[in-house]
């Protein structure tokens, strides 16, 4: 994430945001990093990061803590439900 406070720096700041993310990317996994993900992306980054037991353990821990999932305002994993 960037951030400057004079209009005036907008192209330059741009310019070296955009380009310490592709140099990130480089040499990265390709894997997310939950806290940096927006609610504007159209892929849902939670199921994504996690493979399916990890989010079957997840879900478990979610019910048994937080049943009614009042924590969701976050990169939600929902309580698991038991069939």
Known sequence: MA???????TDRCRTWAKQA??????VGTGDSYLNLVTEDEDVDRVSAFWNDARMER???????????????FNHNIKPHQPD
Do not use: I, M, S
Not at 21 to 26: E, H, K, M, P, T
């Open 3 to 9: 951030q400057w406070t004079d209009p005036a720096d």
């Open 21 to 26: 993310g592709a140099d990130l990317r480089a």
């Open 58 to 72: 997840l879900a478990k821990v979610k019910a048994q803590y937080d049943p009614n999932n009042t924590f969701r």
